[in-house]
């Protein structure tokens, strides 16, 4: 292990430095090899964050963020710098010409600031009530990696790799990891008569398919009754994966809107899928409803209810609709007792929102601490990837390789895909299973 001293020159945000500092230290990628002390308890090696030049590394603080009255973070840009062969990116407020990361042992711009930018999830923390959107999230426009184009790379991992090597630590290229995970929104689509007319109703004047879609639905329905079908949300036999390393399915407790509700914890279907996932060695975890991330009685209601029909303690979570308001929602999940949520990704594309893909703790602003529990991104979400693409499932599977094969390395994927989407996706049920199940044997063989 290597120990530096971290000199900060200005100790009005120290705070804030030094969880930069340990969220370096703590990432896989650092694989336990270095700590930094901020007491100069190591003899040896000096990290200067400030202005001076005469320490054995570094790194300006340009007080863009660190400051009583930031700079917005719309004004922000980022500077493309090189190092061996990455392209880093900064959050500063002047375009430059591309320079190299590192010169003479002199970082060309702050990247503990711009790591906190990211991870802290500042942005959305200022987002005014008119910038965002129904659904509670700021408006992607809105936000600085979309708005730059740069989603689908973990910026944050690179500089986080790029660091390490120059500092001396020597990181490895490590290998991405997989995590695959599912939500159960809706186990079933046609339970009664009631809800097949609701169907059909809707593909006649939302969906606009007609008689062929009509004739398959009820069709489907009464196979389902004579017992030589099953409902098409019923995926769950060939979905869960038994060979896959990392796998959590996140189950519905309960509701107060239109949005929840489909089903109840403790009936006999719910009960199964339970079984069938703990058969395939899934994890279990909380998929609170709609109005939950703002609503901690709700929260707290719904993982109970969740506890008692499982058996076990709830520890995963990750929001309904990707809904995820802060400080509130993170406050939330705190207080409850959540270990790690699985929430910050995007609904309208894939990519990197947090700028990584490896779990960490989010910062608690009131506290000036980081929260206890752990925030491991949602990096692709297969109703995002198919929207993103307009249903062209050839650029579909096109697009899902390319993200795949750019980011073999330095970071973690967490996939979501639901139950009901193959139904949703007809007439390209087929095309969504293919590349699926192709998918969830790559995951499988990297596991390996």
Known sequence: MIHFNVDIQDKSFDKRVKYVFDFIKNHPLADKKVAFYFEHKAPNITILYGNKTDGHFNIPAQQLIFNNTPTHPTELIPNLYTYQDFELYSTEIKKIKTQDFLIQNLFSFDIIETIFFHISRYEEHITPADMTEKWGMGFLENHFIPRNQLQEIPIVDHLVYAFLDAIGTHPTQKATTYRLSHDVDNPIKLPSFYKLIKASGRLLLIERKGLKAQWKLFNTYRKMKQGTAKDPYDTFDWLFRKEAIEKVVYFMAGGITKFD???????????????????????????????????????????????????????????????????????????????????????????????????????????????????????????????????????????????LEKNQYLTKVTFLFHNSIFDMVEPNRQKLIKIYKDLAQQIDKAGH
């Open 261 to 403: 509700n489909f089903y109840q914890i403790d009936s006999p279907i719910a009960q199964r899928i339970l079984q069938q996932a703990k058969e395939k060695g899934y994890k279990i975890g909380i998929h609170p409803s709609y109005e939950a991330y703002a609503n901690e009685e709700l929260y707290k209601r719904e993982k109970k209810k969740l506890e008692e029909v499982s058996g076990e303690k709830i520890v995963l979570a990750r929001q309904h609709y990707l809904r995820f308001q802060l400080p509130k929602t993170a406050e939330i999940i705190d207080n409850q007792g959540i270990r790690e949520d699985s929430t910050l990704g995007y609904r309208d594309m894939i990519g990197f929102r947090c700028g990584t893909g490896y779990g960490y703790r989010l910062y608690n602003f009131e506290k000036e601490a980081a929260y206890g529990f752990v925030e491991t991104p949602l990096i692709i979400m297969e109703w995002s990837l198919i929207e993103q693409n307009k249903y062209d499932f050839k650029k579909i599977k096109k697009h899902l390789n390319t993200f």
